[in-house]
């Protein structure tokens, strides 16, 4: 029998060190997998072997873009796999291992936004118990570095002992920190099919955000897709896609659809190739809708009525 033993640690380079030292000690790497948040994507970037982003010269930018290089090419040649996902409710994640296996495992068609929720699924399939596994997801969320390692039971120990010696995060602790801060404390449920016509579209970290815009994107599916070969579960996916680029940080300061695709489609076409086409305008009713009710363009969001009821 095989136990997964879990450890958030607070960057990748200590992460990188920790796998390293459970290869060395005899482990497979087959068995290691790891997910690191990638909110700014500068993990995705050093993937794609730029060396540095586009304008930046300086000694020191230079320095730290070949310290994040070697860090994650170090990874792509000790782990099975690395790639990137971008995952509802989490955000942009590099992963590699299993984990990574299992988050794709939906296979072509089924989209990035398919897999809401994945990566405390994928652990919660590996043995992880549900809360714990939402914990890490948060974790990974804020941008720690998730380390798992499946193995006999008889060396649940040696895997346990190798991972401490790089102090990972005391997951209790760092919980009742978040709890603190507000975390999860007023958490709100609302079925998908009937989104709460009171709820505020505004306090993204109370509710799902996807139930609030169901009936939009149902509507558009409708007047656009009623025809096509594919069913609203599938053009789910790009919708929450759309919803998802308009909410993360590393693309929400960009106000043209224009400077987003490029990536958008880049990222998409990674984990569904070919596809991109059918469902991009999908993708760009999400981002348009989500950007204009969130006031990342003010001339329109104001002319919104959520938006006027939210601020007047």
Do not use: C
Not at 204 to 226: P, V
Not at 240 to 249: F, I, K, S
Not at 278 to 293: I, S
Request: charged residues 20%; proline residues 4%; glycine residues 10%.
């Amino acid at each position: 029998m095989t136990t997964t033993v879990v450890a958030l640690y607070d960057n990748l380079t200590i992460a990188h060190r920790a796998a390293q030292d459970l290869i060395n000690a005899g482990f497979s790497s087959n068995s290691i997998s790891l997910a690191a948040g990638d909110a700014t994507g500068e993990y995705r970037r050093y993937l794609a072997d730029e060396t540095q982003p586009a304008g930046n010269t300086s000694n020191d930018a230079v320095a730290t873009g070949a310290g994040i290089g070697a860090v994650v090419g170090g990874l792509g040649g000790l782990l099975v796999g690395l790639g990137t996902l971008l995952i509802p409710g989490v955000g942009p994640i590099i992963a590699a291992g299993p984990l990574l296996t299992s988050l794709t495992s939906l296979g072509v068609g089924a989209g990035v936004g398919a897999v809401a929720g994945g990566v405390a699924g994928a652990l919660a399939d590996m043995g992880v118990p549900e809360e714990e596994a939402n914990y890490y997801t948060e974790g990974i969320r804020r941008g720690g570095t998730l380390l798992t390692i499946q193995v006999p039971d008889e060396q649940i120990d040696q895997a346990r002992d190798i991972m401490e010696r790089h102090n990972p995060v005391d997951i209790d602790e760092r919980v009742n920190q978040w709890q603190q801060e507000g975390w999860g404390s007023t958490a709100v449920s609302t079925a998908p099919d009937s989104p709460d016509p009171n709820a505020n579209v505004f306090d993204e970290d109370e509710i799902d955000q996807y139930d609030l815009y169901d009936a939009r994107f149902r509507q558009h599916y409708q007047d656009n897709y009623t025809n096509s070969t594919y069913a609203y579960d599938n053009y789910a996916s790009a919708y929450r896609y759309g919803l998802d680029l308009a909410n993360y940080h590393y693309y929400s300061g960009r106000r043209s659809w224009a400077e987003v695709e490029q990536e958008a489609h880049q990222a998409w076409e990674d984990q569904n190739p070919g596809t991109w086409e059918q469902f991009k305008d999908a993708v760009h009713y999400a981002w348009e809708e989500v950007t204009t009710m969130l006031g990342l363009d003010e001339n329109r969001a104001t002319q919104h009525p959520e938006y006027q009821r939210h601020y007047s």
